[in-house]
């Protein structure tokens, strides 16, 4: 270990003194999801859909047959995307810019990126588009995706996708809009030289938006795409 701090972590430690990390969903002082609520967060271990990652026992689940994914290979996520610490870590990082907390939560991914026995060439984040970027200051996906590939050894290409236009927050919208709004948003600035591609995201929904990058990957010479996600949503 080295003798000096690097920078990040300098700077790190001077604003853990202006705001003294607090547990994300009790509050726990000094840590930013303490171990208790760690405990918490319902992971995905029962059997999935194999191509959407869904909880299911029946080989094609009702999310399938009412929203096919046509170009993925297959989605997985880590945990259930309810009212739970999970939940408020993604809230967190995303909203209030608490990037530290992407460290903690791509243990979680890295967790079932082993879990699910992924195997992937290169990591890809589910890119934002620049209007929405430079609102944000960071790319949430980015920072999973990095500290992901720091804890499972797999290289992160953060320049290959981007996304053509800006498809606003989909929260609200209903599956077959959020297809219809993110159908052909994505683009590849190069060949796809990778052929096992791991997108990763922050929550998994309908999985439309993941589809749709997978399109322009495998049109772009990909032969297998899979996505991996911190939650999924019911
Ligand atoms: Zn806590
Ligand atoms: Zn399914």
Redesign the pocket.
């Known amino acids: 270990m080295s003798f000096f701090a690097s920078p990040q972590k300098l700077i790190q430690s001077g604003l853990d003194l202006l705001f003294p990390p607090a547990c994300v969903y009790c509050k726990a002082p000094n840590i930013w999801l303490c171990s208790d609520c760690y405990s918490k967060i319902p992971l995905i271990k029962s059997d999935v859909?194999?191509?959407?990652?869904?909880p299911?026992i029946s080989v094609?689940?009702s999310?399938?047959k009412n929203n096919p994914?046509n170009y993925i290979d297959g989605i997985r996520s880590a945990a259930h995307f309810q009212d739970n610490p999970i939940r408020s870590a993604i809230h967190n990082l995303k909203y209030q810019g608490r990037k530290v907390i992407a460290e903690t939560l791509a243990a979680i991914l890295a967790e079932a990126y082993r879990f699910y026995k992924l195997k992937a060439d290169v990591l890809i984040p589910v890119p934002l588009h620049r209007s929405r970027y430079k609102e944000r200051g960071f790319n949430q996906s980015l920072l999973l995706a990095k500290e992901l590939g720091r804890l499972v050894d797999r290289p992160v290409d953060a320049a290959m996708l981007y996304r053509i236009r800006d498809t606003g927050y989909q929260m609200e919208m209903k599956a077959h809009e959020r297809h219809q709004n993110v159908a052909d948003a994505f683009a590849c600035r190069k060949p796809v030289t990778h052929q096992n591609i791991l997108l990763i995201d922050d929550v998994c929904t309908t999985g439309a938006t993941l589809d749709f990058c997978a399109m322009s990957l495998k049109m772009n010479g990909a032969s297998a795409v899979w996505g991996l996600t911190l939650a999924k949503t019911h």
């Open positions: 859909c194999y191509r959407c990652g869904t299911s094609s689940c999310q399938c994914l």
